[in-house]
């Protein structure tokens, strides 16, 4: 679910047009919301805190772009999943500008 939880809980974010939405990637507890309209970097920090590990799509990550927050919301993320090399990039600029050393390898 989205919510604080005790353990990992996955969310990953998918772009639909120019709408994000967080899905919820644990149906163990149905009575629970499974999706959270997208709110901002400051969301993205907020549930990461609430130890909920996000993930986002390539088509989040150009919407982010869009919306001139990529760099701020993808330190964030925990995965990234069918990205091109170009988004890789930036999430290594991101991480790299909080100061942080990573590197990427392939692409």
């Given amino acids: 679910d989205l919510l604080p ?20 990637l644990d149906d163990s507890q149905p009575d629970k919301a499974t999706s959270l309209a997208y709110q901002g970097a400051a969301q993205c920090s907020q ?15 150009t919407e982010l772009e869009h919306r001139g927050e990529a760099n701020d919301a993808l330190v964030h993320m ?16 991101a991480l790299r500008a909080q100061g ?6 392939g692409d």
């Fill in 5 to 24: 939880s005790q353990g990992s809980t996955p969310a990953t974010a998918e772009s639909s047009s120019t709408a994000i939405c967080w899905q919820a």
């Fill in 47 to 61: 549930l990461a805190r609430d130890n909920i590990d996000l993930c986002v799509s390539g088509a989040a990550i």
């Fill in 78 to 93: 925990r995965v990234l999943a069918r990205t091109n090399p170009r988004q890789k990039a930036l999430m290594i600029a």
């Fill in 100 to 105: 942080r050393t990573c590197l990427m390898c």
